[in-house]
């Protein structure tokens, strides 16, 4: 973590009142938390489309079968099967 001095961030003001508080001490000021961003729609429907491909094969769904339905290739099913498994 690297330090800024605080008399090229701030403005004279705003230091002299931190001075009034902590004269000469270090000061660790935390950043605002931000909210998480919306999830993008595209992948929403990604995610659900992989969801319902690990069902199908959970339920004795084929691969070819899931190819046929999916219009993915094989090594991509075999792909989202392994991420959804762990």
Do not use: C, H
């Amino acid at each position: 973590m690297g330090y800024a001095n605080a008399g090229f961030v701030l403005p004279d003001a705003l230091i002299r009142e931190i001075q009034r508080y902590v004269n000469g001490t270090s000061l660790y000021i935390p950043q605002v938390k931000r909210k998480k961003p919306r999830m993008n729609p595209y992948r929403v429907e990604i995610r659900n489309r992989n969801r319902e491909i690990y069902r199908s094969f959970v339920k004795g769904g084929s691969v070819s079968e899931l190819y046929e339905r999916f219009f993915l290739s094989e090594k991509s099913n075999y792909r989202i099967l392994s991420q959804m498994k762990s």
